[in-house]
């Protein structure tokens, strides 16, 4: 069973999102506070929390920090902000998803379905770049760069792997989105180049002249290292 935490405030949003979620058979633990919400994190494994960013005691993005500092876990960020900025500050802090509300609980359980959907489909291969300065482990969702691990988001871990198991095929945007979350995504194409930004900062031994992740001018991105 894949444990889902809820860090919300509002009591009645955050029943309805545990019923709805124990409905399709997850485990869902929730918290009021954010206090809360982490000291249930660290007793308990999760496979995704859902996080309201304006919390009571501590500020949702201060959260997101903390957990994704210890963990790779899938993070999806609720908030009544929607503006495009606000949005890219929570991918960069290390958020997965972004949802505003008002929203519908179906459209979140159909976002968390169709991203384990995703996380079963495991072929347990692992790429090897440039003499093992760049080891990629699909099993266990593991990146190590020059010997030490990378902490990639698991939207990050996705992309990098989606370029490098085609090393030297050209990705638009558009064909990433699709291959890494889905045709029902419905964030927007900004969301593939701050990723890529995020990436190039944990692998790249210089992000402003990447070695692994190039930039195709007028067409997206591919992947140029050697095997």
């Known amino acids: 069973m894949n444990n889902i935490l809820i860090i919300e405030d509002e009591e009645k949003v955050s029943n309805v999102l545990k019923a709805y979620l124990e409905k399709e058979g997850y485990g869902v633990y929730t918290a009021a506070t954010g206090m809360k919400g982490l000291e249930i994190f660290q007793l308990n494994k999760f496979s995704l929390v859902i ?21 790779g876990v899938h993070i999806f960020m609720l908030t009544a902000k929607s503006a495009l900025e606000d949005r890219i500050e929570g991918l960069n802090i290390g958020a997965d998803e972004y ?18 959907r995703r996380l079963e489909v495991n072929n347990n291969l692992t790429l090897s770049f440039d003499n093992e300065n760049l080891v990629i482990y699909k099993d266990s969702r593991v990146v190590n760069v ?35 979350f889905g045709m029902d995504f419905e964030g927007f194409d900004r969301t593939i180049d701050v990723h890529i930004k995020n990436i190039r900062k944990k692998i790249e031994e210089d992000s402003k002249k990447p070695k692994y992740i190039l930039t195709v001018p007028r067409i997206g991105y591919k992947f140029g290292g050697d095997r």
């Open 99 to 116: 949802l505003i509300k008002p929203f519908s609980p179906r459209e979140l359980v159909a976002r968390v379905n169709a991203l384990f």
């Open 51 to 71: 996080l309201d960013l304006m919390l009571p005691d501590i500020s949702g993005e201060e959260i997101c920090k903390v957990i994704r500092d210890k963990s």
């Open 146 to 180: 020059r010997g030490k691990e990378a902490m990639l988001t698991p939207n990050e871990f996705d992309i990098l792997y989606a370029l490098a198991a085609n090393k030297g095929k050209v990705f638009t945007r558009e064909q990433l989105i699709d291959k890494v």
